[in-house]
């Protein structure tokens, strides 16, 4: 059974920061690349940060580059989401996202909110 697992959500001041994390199993993490989604109230679902398979390349949505970090475990099918110098426009449900990096199959996790504010 593949689970996606997000946690480290929470609410936190403008300028601070927050670790998500995605616990994963059931599917071979080493071959699916790993991103970030994140979909504010009334919006779509944006992409916010992708690392590829074995973790040699990375990509982030021009309103977080700088601010985010993506990294993974692949020893421990982990994948986490480094938030730093957060904005009250980061206020989102957060999503774990799996993309096999050959086929058309992904996963998604069930999401953790993130609220910005003072």
């Known amino acids: 059974q593949v689970q996606l697992v997000e946690s480290g959500g929470g609410l936190v001041q403008p300028g601070g920061s927050l670790r998500l994390s995605c616990a994963t199993s059931g599917f071979t993490f080493i071959n699916y690349a790993m991103s970030w989604y994140r979909e504010a109230p009334g919006g779509g679902r944006e992409l916010v940060a992708t690392?590829?398979?074995?973790?040699?390349?990375?990509r982030y949505a021009d309103s977080v580059r700088g601010r985010f970090t993506i990294s993974r475990d692949n020893a421990k099918n982990l994948v986490y989401l480094q938030m730093n110098s957060l904005e009250p426009e980061d206020t989102a449900v957060y999503y774990c996202n799996a993309q096999h990096s050959l086929y058309k199959v992904q996963y998604w996790g069930q999401g953790t909110q993130v609220t910005v504010s003072s």
């Open positions: 690392i590829t398979s074995r973790g040699g390349s990375t």
